[in-house]
C-alpha cells in the first residue's frame, strides 16, 4: 500500500537563551517548564521547513533540535547513534549537570554509557540511526551541492568517495537528520543549491560523547551541523503538546482533508473536490502557500 506523508506547518514558537554557559539548557528548560511546550526533533524541524515559506521563523532563525548525537564503541567500532526519540539531552538538568561538572570536552557533553548501549541495541534506522564513525569523518565538512557536487568535493575528495556522488542527499548524515527530496526542493527555493553539512569527530578513548543536532538560519545557507557546543547561547522551537501522551500537536489546514478524497481506480492517484476545501488548504495542495 502506497503512503501519502503530507508535511506540516509548525505552530509555535522559538525559545532563545543569550547566555553564553547555560543557554541552550536554559532554553529547554524554560520552553518546557515555563511555556509548557515540546521541543522539536530534526526530523520534525525539516518537515516544517520543507513547506513553510521563506518568511517564517523557522527559517529565519538557527535552532537546536532535540536529536542527539551520540559518538561511542559498539564492540570494538566506534559508532555514530542519532536519536531521534527521548534521550538523557531531552532533559535540560542532563545538560546542566555535566557542563557544571565540568564533564564536557569540545563542546560535547560526556558520559550516559548505559543509555548509549541501551540505543545501541535499539537501532533501527527509523527512530535511531546508526553509522559508522569512519563514514562519517570521511566526508568533510563544507557545502554540498543538491543537485550536482561542488567543484570543490570534485577536485578534493582524495579519492576516498567518488566526487560524482558528493551531493547531500548521499551524505552519511543526511538520512539521520531526517533530510528528504521535499526538503531539499524547499530549500533550493529559499536558500540556493548549496547547503552545508558539518559534523565534528567526537571520538574519545573509552567515554561517549554527545551533542544535540542544529540548523542554521537561512541568511547562513540553512547548514546541518553536528558538532554545535552545549555549552553556549541556545535555542528551539516548541510546540503545544497533546494532554494525552504527549504527542506533538502541529496544525495543519491540510488535516481537513481527512476522508475527502476519491480514489481514481487502477491508479495511486487520489482526487479532492477543489470548491469544497478551503482557500489555504488549496494553496498547500498548489504549492502556492505563503506563511
Not at 511546550?37 to 521547513?49: D, I, T, Y
Not at 569540545?106 to 540511526?129: C, H, M, P, R, S
Request: net charge neutral; proline share 4%; glycine share 8%.
Amino acid at each position: 500500500m502506497s503512503k501519502i506523508i503530507i508535511p506540516r506547518v509548525v505552530d509555535g514558537q522559538p525559545v532563545y537563551n543569550s547566555d553564553s554557559k547555560h543557554g541552550v539548557d536554559l532554553a529547554l528548560s524554560e520552553l518546557q517548564n515555563e511555556k509548557k511546550l515540546v521541543a522539536l526533533f530534526m526530523n520534525e524541524l525539516l518537515a516544517a521547513r520543507s513547506i513553510a515559506g521563506v518568511d517564517h521563523e523557522i527559517w529565519t532563525n538557527w535552532y537546536f533540535t532535540t536529536t542527539a548525537k551520540a559518538t561511542g564503541m559498539a564492540k570494538k567500532d566506534p559508532v555514530v547513534l542519532y536519536i531521534q526519540k527521548p534521550n538523557p539531552l531531552s532533559n535540560p538538568k542532563n545538560i546542566a549537570d555535566k557542563i557544571d561538572n565540568k564533564l564536557i570536552k569540545n563542546g560535547a557533553v560526556i558520559g550516559f554509557d548505559k543509555q548509549f548501549q541501551k540505543f545501541l541495541q535499539e537501532y533501527d534506522n527509523e527512530t535511531i540511526y546508526l553509522v559508522r564513525h569512519e563514514d562519517i569523518v570521511a566526508w568533510p565538512n563544507g557545502l554540498y551541492g543538491i543537485d550536482a557536487p561542488t567543484k570543490e568535493h570534485m577536485q578534493n575528495h582524495k579519492g576516498k568517495i567518488n566526487g560524482v556522488d558528493m551531493i547531500a542527499i548521499n551524505h552519511p548524515q543526511a538520512k539521520p537528520f531526517g533530510v528528504t527530496e521535499e526538503y531539499l526542493v524547499q530549500h533550493k527555493k529559499i536558500v540556493g543549491p548549496n547547503i552545508g553539512m558539518y559534523n565534528s569527530n567526537d571520538l574519545i578513548d573509552g567515554q561517549v560523547a554527545w551533542r544535540l543536532l542544529a540548523a542554521d538560519f537561512s541568511y547562513d545557507l540553512g547548514s546541518l551541523i553536528g558538532g554545535d557546543d552545549l555549552s553556549s547561547d541556545g535555542r528551539f522551537f516548541g510546540v503545544q503538546s497533546d494532554a494525552v501522551g504527549g504527542a506533538k500537536k502541529i496544525r495543519s489546514p491540510l488535516e481537513s482533508l481527512a476522508g475527502m478524497g476519491k480514489a481514481i481506480p487502477d491508479s495511486k492517484l487520489i482526487v479532492v473536490d477543489g470548491s469544497k476545501i478551503s482557500q489555504a488548504t488549496y494553496d498547500l495542495l498548489s504549492g502556492t502557500y505563503k506563511k
